[in-house]
Nanobody, 115 residues
Framework: QVQLVESGGGLVQAGGSLRLSCAAS????????MGWYRQAPGKQRELVAI???????VYADSVKGRFTISRDNAKNTVYLQMNSLKPEDTAVYYC?????????WGQGTLVTVSS
């Protein structure tokens, strides 16, 4: 079993910054991928960024240059630094852990960007 605990969401003005954290606990495989997805009201959940245990990253085009994903393997924690936030970044952000055939989602944290 793997559990994910997210933190760091909140309300911020456009142009501001937030940092999300997601800590994984339980039976963690050394080789895994962790990432962030988001779901805005009335829209499908979409990829924001993912990072593999070896450090390879993938970003959605809409966040490239503004968001940075990183991880601390010793703490089994992934971070999402979000800068230059826009109102269209408003969504519930979900952390996801993937390893072998296992996928685990966090409970989600709300990010609201006001104009």
């Amino acid at each position: 079993q793997v559990q994910l605990v997210e933190s760091g969401g909140g309300l911020v003005q456009a142009g501001g910054s937030l940092r999300l954290s997601c800590a994984a606990s339980g039976s963690i495989f050394n080789i895994n991928a962790m990432g962030w997805y988001r779901q805005a009201p009335g829209k499908q959940r979409e990829l924001v960024a993912i990072i593999a245990s070896g450090g390879t990253t993938v970003y959605a085009d809409s966040v490239k240059g503004r968001f940075t994903i990183s991880r601390d393997n010793a703490k089994n924690t992934v971070y999402l630094q979000m800068n230059s936030l826009k109102p269209e970044d408003t969504a519930v952000y979900y952390c996801k852990y993937s390893a072998r055939s296992l996928e685990v989602w966090g409970q989600g944290t709300l990010v609201t960007v006001s104009s």
